[in-house]
């Protein structure tokens, strides 16, 4: 089944502990992305990758990194989470940087920092 | 900027009612356009796209029209079910490739009531 997977689902950590939240198609789509989920806010792109070894800002970067060594893994590090982190996390995939092929989401990360 | 203004919700209907949410958008050229769903729980799914002027989108009984000239891309559906439910996001790709990733609005939380 072609899809996004995401993990952990659901995450409770405290302030300035480091934590990784892994995404992994395998659709061997070229463009993924990151987007964080507020109330009121809507989403907003956190960071996105349209290649191996090519990342780059979206909207909301700050406290954020990325890495995509395979085409496969886009993971999201949180090298010192903060409070205003705590949000919902979608990772998403696209055939390419053209949206009009359409977004694959996963079914996020609840990330909760006390 | 881009930008895409949805109405708030949320709405409530009462099943077999029409529903119509109203979206417009802010973009240079011709911009793809989107409606996305997110059912509780879930991640997004793309419910329906338009990509130029005038193109009609459709699923699921749902439809929307691109009108370049109200800069709109209203969601209707005839009757609406309680299984329609959920959290609707309209969105747009800009039209120099998307990528930077799609443009959301905050989202419309739909309530059918049985």
């Known amino acids: 089944e072609a899809q996004v997977t995401q993990n952990p689902r659901y995450l409770i950590t405290v302030t300035g502990k480091k934590l990784t939240v892994t995404c992994s198609q395998n659709?061997?789509?070229?463009?993924m992305s990151w987007y964080r989920q507020d109330p009121g806010l809507g989403l907003r792109q956190i960071y996105y990758?349209?290649?191996?070894?090519?990342?780059d800002k979206g909207d909301v970067p700050e406290g954020y990194k990325v890495s995509r060594k395979e085409k496969r893994n886009f993971p999201l590090i949180l090298e010192s989470p903060s409070p205003n982190q705590t949000s919902l996390y979608f990772c998403?995939?696209?055939?390419?940087?053209?949206?009009?092929?359409?977004?694959?989401f996963g079914s996020g990360t609840r990330l909760t920092v006390v | 900027g881009d930008s895409v203004t949805q109405m708030e919700g949320p709405v409530t209907l009462s099943e077999e009612a029409f529903l119509t949410i109203n979206c417009t958008y802010t973009?240079?050229?011709?911009?793809?356009l989107f409606w996305y769903v997110q059912y509780p729980g879930e991640g997004l799914q793309l419910l329906l796209k338009?990509?130029?002027?005038?193109d009609k989108g459709s699923n699921k009984g749902f439809e929307a029209t691109y009108r370049k000239e109200t800069t709109s891309f209203h969601l209707e559906k005839g009757s609406v079910q309680v299984s329609d439910s959920a959290v609707y996001f309209c969105?747009?790709?800009?039209?120099?490739?998307?990528?930077?990733?799609?443009?959301f609005g905050k989202g419309t939380h739909l309530i059918i009531q049985p």
């Open positions: 998403a995939s696209s055939l390419s940087a053209r949206a009009y092929y359409g977004y694959t």
């Open positions: 659709m061997n789509h070229e463009y």
């Open positions: 990758s349209m290649n191996v070894e090519v990342t």
């Open positions: 973009a240079t050229g011709y911009p793809s």
């Open positions: 338009a990509t130029k002027a005038d």
């Open positions: 969105a747009l790709s800009g039209e120099g490739g998307g990528a930077d990733g799609l443009t």
